[in-house]
């Protein structure tokens, strides 16, 4: 027995005939609260149901954006220097903790 769904028959927002639609939910993160950057399907208030070429074409322009390209590469260069950060944190806390271990050894075997 199937239990396969098909997908919603109506009027593609788009292009306006019936096809197969699919509501289309980004999974960027830019609409998360990155104030500098914003996904074009992310600031959409009500997200379209467009067929899968309608779809397809709109991703394709939005891919070949060049402001779009720019801030994705600005973006990657933030996370970049976090995650840069972050690493130098951890090993000043393992650097400091281990310090902290050494010298409490050195006292307890001093006394």
Known sequence: MSTHTQPLQARCDHCK?????????PDCGLHLGAT???????????QPLL???????RKGREDADPQLAAETATLQKIC???????AR?????????????ATEQAENSST
């Open 89 to 101: 944190r951890e090993a000043i806390k393992a650097a400091c903790d281990g310090i902290a271990s």
């Open 51 to 57: 067929c899968a070429r309608c779809w397809s074409e």
């Open 17 to 25: 005939q019936t096809r197969p639609l699919f509501l289309y939910e």
């Open 80 to 86: 970049d220097a976090n995650a840069r950060a972050e």
């Open 36 to 46: 500098a950057f914003t996904c074009p399907w992310c600031s959409i208030e009500k």
